[in-house]
């Protein structure tokens, strides 16, 4: 019996995840339906951050659980949704900033941007129980991934946020969000802060 139980959360998980193409993707909205808010575009070529800006990259090169897209904040603002097999960039103010992931699990990120770089984040996939979990990788200078970043764009699908449901969402769940910063910022919650510096830019 309890080798049917474990088969049994295996198969829900594969079925959750849509490891196959399948119609299923209407009857999961609980799981975070996305539908139109994150849009297929063109990829941006040759463009710099502002003055007093910086570019930030978060790719998810796996294409496993289509149907679970994770919610990435900076702070208690709201940037977009990580979608299997894309990236999408965000400009915003160089300096200080702490990236949160919520996914079955919540997961942060302190980063230190300089002016006029561009850095870059693997949101990566792991099983949950239920939904799928999530957690950041830095890309560092140095580091495995430094070197394929750039290239690995083009085997992705680039994504813009839709500025209106970005908005409604932030509006919806900003309260949650402050929540996540007051316990990443607890004694409790911050060993689990991974870290990016201004010289892992480019």
């Known amino acids: 019996m309890k080798r049917y139980f ?5 198969l829900l998980f594969v079925v959750l995840t849509g490891c196959a193409g399948s119609g299923a993707y209407k009857t999961l909205t609980y799981l975070g339906d996305t539908k139109g808010k994150m849009l297929p575009a063109i990829p941006p070529k040759g463009v710099t951050p502002g003055p007093g800006k910086a570019f930030v990259y978060f790719m998810r090169p ?3 659980a289509v149907f679970n897209h ?6 208690d603002h709201y940037v977009g ?3 299997a097999n894309s990236y999408f960039a965000y400009e915003c103010d ?3 900033h702490l990236f949160i992931g919520v996914a079955e699990n919540k997961v942060a990120l302190d980063a230190d941007f300089e002016s006029g770089k561009t850095y870059y984040v693997i949101t990566n996939l792991h099983m949950g129980f239920i939904n799928a979990r999530m957690d950041f990788t830095p890309v560092t200078q140095g580091s495995e991934l430094w070197k394929k970043v750039e290239s690995g764009k083009s085997d992705l699908t680039y994504n813009e946020v839709n500025e209106f449901e970005r908005d409604k969402w932030q509006t919806a769940k900003k309260e949650e969000a402050q929540q996540y910063i007051a316990f990443f910022m607890s004694e409790e919650g911050k060993p689990h802060i991974c870290k990016l510096n201004k010289e892992d830019g480019i």
């Open 6 to 10: 474990h088969f049994g959360l295996v």
């Open 62 to 64: 796996s294409s496993l």
């Open 70 to 75: 994770f919610q990435i904040w900076d702070s």
């Open 81 to 83: 949704w990580s979608q």
């Open 94 to 96: 160089a300096g200080k």
